[in-house]
């Protein structure tokens, strides 16, 4: 059960496969307000990625000219489950307090069976939300070459890569495509605990030590930090918005940034020649991280942003730039 404190973006969020497994609340008490656009557009993947949604109040009518159609209709054509009429606000500052639990969403009569909750993090969530075989987008771009495993990626990274023109290679999460040299790999973003992917992790360590330019956002980077030796703890509500500040530690720039997970990475057991890259303005959580040689970094928060703002997308054009120079 985790929470959004985001006003718009509810298409976005609930098509983000970062939340697979999960009950999301909304704090904003109007959800569905402007309906929902085309999937081609605003959706993040190919579908609602949420377990369910709970809300203040679901709008049965919405207003927006480019609407596709209700929320409430597609959720139940994709026979996802939702409950409104919520105080969400007085629910979060519950979590807040008490920290991220499981969670269930059931109809009267069924309140006094038994009903056993499975923890999704104990769950492959990345297998369910990553492609099944390697695919190619991009094709006709002349740009560098580009692996992105995918971990649950966001249509909104890929959209950023081939506006750059990338050629795009998208892998599954735990396989290392052989006999063709990329120019730069992307690790994504995903759901769950980012130390249950050893065969990633074992991948990433492998790219790491050959000098290839590595990026990675959101699980991304928690497996870039796993892969490089450190260690990474669950958050106690985890970061889940549009609106968290983030410092630049050497220059001190302050960003407004999206985000979406439940882990961050443990800064004691940073190993040597890494370094903290950003820091979270409100609980002082590692928010990037980056190697001395300067082809390994990665962001904890969504530079694509998608819903939220986009002060950082300057990141992929670094990621251009860490590949040219390579």
Wanted: hydrophobic residues 35%; aromatic residues 6%.
């Amino acid at each position: 059960m985790v929470f959004n404190t985001g006003m718009v973006g509810y298409p976005e969020s609930m098509t983000d496969p970062s939340y697979k497994g999960q009950i999301l609340a909304f704090t904003y008490p109007l959800i569905g307000n402007y309906g929902v656009p085309s999937k081609t557009e605003n959706f993040e993947s190919d579908r609602i990625q949420v377990r369910g949604i709970v809300t203040g109040r679901m709008m049965g009518d919405h207003s927006h000219h480019e609407a596709h159609g209700s929320l409430e209709a597609l959720m139940k054509g994709e026979g996802v489950t939702g409950i409104s009429g919520v105080d969400t606000r007085e629910l979060t500052k519950h979590l807040r307090s008490r920290g991220t639990m499981l969670g269930r969403i059931v109809i009267k009569e069924d309140l006094d069976s038994e009903f056993r909750v499975s923890d999704p993090n104990a769950i492959d969530l990345v297998g369910e939300v990553s492609i099944k075989a390697p695919c190619e987008l991009g094709k006709g771009n002349h740009g560098p070459e580009v692996l992105v495993i995918d971990c649950g990626c966001k249509r909104g990274i890929i959209k950023e890569l081939l506006d750059r023109g990338c050629r795009v290679h998208l892998t599954p999460y735990n396989v290392m495509p052989t006999g063709q040299g990329y120019d730069g790999v992307m690790i994504s973003n995903g759901p769950g605990d980012p130390s249950l992917l050893k065969d990633t992790i074992d991948n990433v360590k492998m790219l790491l030590d050959a000098e290839v330019p590595v990026a990675g956002i959101c699980l991304g980077c928690q497996i870039m930090a796993l892969a490089a030796g450190a260690r990474t703890y669950k958050l106690k509500f985890g970061h889940r918005s549009q609106n968290q500040p983030c410092m630049e530690t050497s220059s001190r720039q302050c960003v407004i940034t999206s985000q979406n997970h439940g882990y961050a990475v443990d800064e004691g057991s940073m190993p040597e020649g890494w370094s903290v890259w950003y820091r979270n303005l409100n609980d002082g959580t590692i928010e990037g991280i980056r190697n001395e040689r300067g082809d390994a970094f990665a962001l904890q928060f969504h530079p694509e942003a998608r819903p939220g703002p986009t002060d950082s997308l300057r990141f992929f054009d670094r990621f251009m730039e860490a590949m040219s120079d390579g």
